[in-house]
C-alpha cells in the first residue's frame, strides 16, 4: 500500500541547538500519542522539519489532529506519486481540481531535485509542471514573488512527492518541553485561556480547582471538569485536583473582616499550590490574573498575596484585556463552558467592597486568628485527584442523553 506523508515545520523549534533532539522527541511523542486511535504513525525527524508517514487513515483525519499539536509551526500534506513527468502532471492537477479559486488567484511551480540521475533538473520540471497547470486553469495566473499557491514537487530517490496546501500549525513549543506547572482553574474565562498560552509553550500542566460545597454546585465542579477535557485536547490526559475549599471560606468569613477576606484567601490557595507543587514534583503557578481586572489583581494587591511564595507564579494574561481573552475561548472552544451559569469559591464568598491597597502588616495581624498550617494540610489531604482527557466531555453528553 502507498504510504502517505505529511512534512512538518518546526517553527520556533529550528532556533534550539543542543536541546534540539530532546524538543523533537517531545513532539513526536504527543503526536504519537494523538494519533493513537487512527493507526501507528512513523515518525521521521529532520533538522528544520519532520516527516509523518502512515497509510490508512484520510489525509483529513491527520490534518485535524495536527492542527492542536503545540509546536508546528505549518504543515504540508504531501502526496507520493511515480517518478514521471505524465505521474506529476496527472497528481498536479488533481490537487489544484480540488481548490475553488477566486478572481486574480495565482500559482507558481517550485522543484526540488535530490535524485540527480532524475531526467529533467529543477528548472526544466518547474517550467513543464507550470505549463501543464496553466492550460488546465486558465483562470490561474503565474506570480512568483507573492502566489496564492505554491505546488512543491520533491524528486527523491524512491519517488516524487508533490504537496499544494499549507495548513497553519498551533506555534509554540512541543508540549512537556518547558517543564511541569500547575494551574489554578476556576470556572471563567480567564483561567483556562491562561492553561492553554502555557501549554502552547510547552508547559506540562496539572489543573487544581478550588470547590466549596455545599456553597457551590456540583456543576460548577463539572464545569471546571469540562474546561480540563478542552485543554486535554491540546496536551495529553491531564490530572484535576479538586481541593475542598469550604471549611477554609466559613473560617475567613468567621474571623477575617470582609473587605480583607480575598486577600486572606488568595494567600491561602498560594500556599496551598506551594504543598501540591512539592507532592507532585511542579516547578510554577499559572493563574489567569488580568492587571487591575479585579481588587486582587491591583499591584498591591498582587505584592500582598505573592508573599506567601517564592515560586514562580506564571500569568500569560496580565496584559491581554478581556475581548482578546474571549475571542481565544470562542477559538479553542471553552467560551460556551466559562459562560455556563454556575458560581465557584471566589464568585459565592465574593465581598461587597474588596480592598485594594491591603497592607501586608494588617493581613499578617488578621491571619493570625486562623491556623493557617492546620487548614493548609487539611485541605492538602483531603484533595481529589482525577484524570480527565478530551473524551469526557462526550462522555458526560452520553451519560446525560441515556438519563434524558
Not at 529550528?14 to 504519537?32: L, V
Not at 533538473?121 to 492550460?135: A, C, F, L, T
Not at 490530572?239 to 473587605?259: C, G, L, T, W, Y
Request: glycine content about 4%; charged content about 25%; some cysteine.
Amino acid at each position: 500500500m502507498t504510504h502517505k506523508q505529511i512534512l512538518i515545520h518546526y517553527g520556533e523549534l529550528s532556533t534550539k541547538g543542543k536541546n534540539r533532539r530532546m524538543f523533537q522527541n517531545k513532539m513526536a511523542e504527543h503526536i504519537r500519542h494523538k494519533t493513537k486511535e487512527l493507526e501507528k504513525v512513523k515518525i521521521l525527524p529532520h533538522h528544520d522539519f519532520m516527516h509523518v508517514k502512515w497509510e490508512e487513515a484520510s489525509y483529513e483525519e491527520m490534518i485535524e489532529v495536527l492542527k492542536d499539536v503545540p509546536g508546528i509551526s505549518r504543515f504540508e500534506p504531501t502526496y507520493r506519486v511515480e517518478k514521471t513527468m505524465e505521474a506529476i502532471y496527472e497528481k498536479g492537477i488533481e490537487l489544484f481540481k480540488e481548490l475553488t479559486f477566486e478572481s486574480n488567484d495565482s500559482f507558481k511551480v517550485v522543484a526540488k531535485r535530490s535524485d540527480r540521475s532524475f531526467e529533467f533538473d529543477s528548472m526544466k520540471i518547474q517550467r513543464e509542471v507550470g505549463h501543464v497547470i496553466g492550460e488546465a486553469f486558465p483562470e490561474l495566473h503565474v506570480e512568483m514573488k507573492k502566489a496564492t499557491y505554491k505546488l512543491t514537487v520533491s524528486i527523491q530517490q524512491d519517488a516524487a512527492y508533490l504537496s499544494l496546501i499549507s495548513v497553519q500549525g498551533m506555534g509554540g513549543l512541543p508540549y512537556g518541553s518547558s517543564g511541569k506547572g500547575m494551574l489554578m482553574l476556576s470556572g471563567g474565562f480567564d483561567s483556562p485561556i491562561a492553561g492553554y498560552q502555557m501549554l502552547k509553550r510547552g508547559l506540562e500542566i496539572e489543573a487544581v480547582h478550588f470547590s466549596s460545597p455545599p456553597y457551590t454546585s456540583p456543576q460548577a465542579l463539572e464545569k471546571a471538569k469540562k474546561l480540563t477535557a478542552v485543554l486535554a485536547r491540546y496536551s495529553t490526559p491531564m490530572k484535576f485536583h479538586n481541593v475542598p475549599f469550604a471549611r477554609i471560606q466559613e473560617e475567613i468569613k468567621e474571623h477575617i473582616h470582609e473587605d480583607f477576606s480575598m486577600t486572606v484567601m488568595r494567600r491561602i490557595m498560594l500556599r496551598i499550590m506551594d504543598q501540591l507543587l512539592l507532592k507532585n514534583k511542579a516547578m510554577a503557578i499559572v493563574n489567569g490574573e488580568s492587571l487591575g481586572q479585579v481588587a486582587s489583581q491591583t499591584l498591591q494587591s498582587m505584592s500582598v498575596i505573592n508573599e506567601v511564595t517564592t515560586t514562580p507564579i506564571l500569568r500569560p494574561l496580565i496584559a491581554v484585556d478581556k475581548n482578546e481573552i474571549i475571542s481565544i475561548a470562542e477559538k479553542i472552544g471553552t467560551y460556551d463552558i466559562s459562560n455556563e451559569p454556575y458560581e465557584d469559591c471566589c464568585t459565592v464568598f465574593a465581598p461587597k467592597k474588596p480592598k485594594t491597597k491591603p497592607k501586608l502588616h494588617t493581613i499578617q495581624e488578621m491571619e493570625a486568628a486562623l491556623d493557617i498550617p492546620a487548614l493548609i494540610q487539611e485541605a492538602v489531604e483531603k484533595t481529589e485527584v482525577m484524570t480527565i482527557d478530551e473524551h469526557y466531555l462526550t462522555e458526560q453528553y452520553a451519560n446525560f442523553t441515556e438519563l434524558l
